[in-house]
């Protein structure tokens, strides 16, 4: 099967970039992270800040200015089952990113244990979630990576894109935009409600209708799915600042 190649129409800024203005510029009073791996969004945070990693790996400073930061090395369902990150730090969380194991379910559970920390006003961002190829979205990481007939060799962003759809259909209430940022795509969902449980009720329904590697849906997204040429000035614009 010849690979997808939508890699030029995810070149906007670099995510990382777009996640640094957007605490600059909205001073979130609170950071949520899940999936550090090597602290390069981590160490973009000024604020108190909780993250989970199974495994962390930081080579850099990703205490920074930060008042408190509390490290929990463990999976994020583990974590969840244990703690919230709201009582953690006493307040809401203003911002969160979620980049932790790339499979469609693990992402939905993630968003749906973190949704219910925030308030109204938060923004979860989500990475991973426009991938320019389809193979780089094979569940199985190790055929992910393979660089027969794969455009993109040794990328390995899953099917987490999958959630952006489901969110759509269930959750209609929220607001959600896809950027373009480089080189994977960032997802911004505003208009949260910690009161839904819509999605944890259908949680099991959801997976029953789930397709594993499916070629049709991934080419499905990509033609229906509106792409925002989108910065954090854009975004803070529809977002007054935290603090």
């Known amino acids: ?37 090597f602290g390069n969004t981590l160490e973009l945070a000024k604020c108190e800040t909780v993250a989970v990693d199974p495994y962390f790996v930081c080579a850099k400073n990703i205490l920074g200015r930060k008042p408190r930061c509390f490290l929990y090395q463990q999976t994020s369902d583990d ?78 962003a899953g099917d987490v894109w999958k959630v952006v759809p489901t969110l759509l259909k269930y959750r209609p209430d929220l607001n959600i935009t896809v950027t373009d940022c480089a080189p994977t795509g960032l997802v911004v969902v505003t208009n949260l409600n910690p009161e839904s449980t819509i999605l944890q009720d259908t949680y099991e329904e959801i997976l029953k209708t789930f397709k594993a590697d499916s070629r049709d849906e991934y080419d499905d997204y990509w033609r229906s799915i509106k792409i925002v040429r989108e910065t954090a000035l854009n975004i803070a614009a529809r977002h007054r600042p935290f603090a």
């Open 1 to 37: 099967m010849k690979d997808a190649n939508h890699g030029p129409d995810v070149v906007g800024k670099n995510y990382l970039e777009t996640i640094a203005n957007i605490h600059s510029i909205l001073k979130p009073r609170s950071y949520f992270e899940i999936g550090v791996q």
């Open 79 to 156: 974590f969840f089952k244990e703690t919230r990150p709201s009582k953690v730090l006493g307040k809401p969380v203003d911002l969160a990113f979620l980049d932790g194991m790339h499979l469609f379910e693990f992402l939905l559970r993630d968003f749906i244990n973190t949704e219910r920390e925030c308030t109204t006003d938060s923004i979860i961002l989500m990475h991973d979630c426009l991938p320019p190829g389809y193979k780089m979205t094979i569940r199985d990481m190790k055929m992910a990576i393979e660089p027969t007939d794969n455009n993109f060799p040794g990328w390995w």
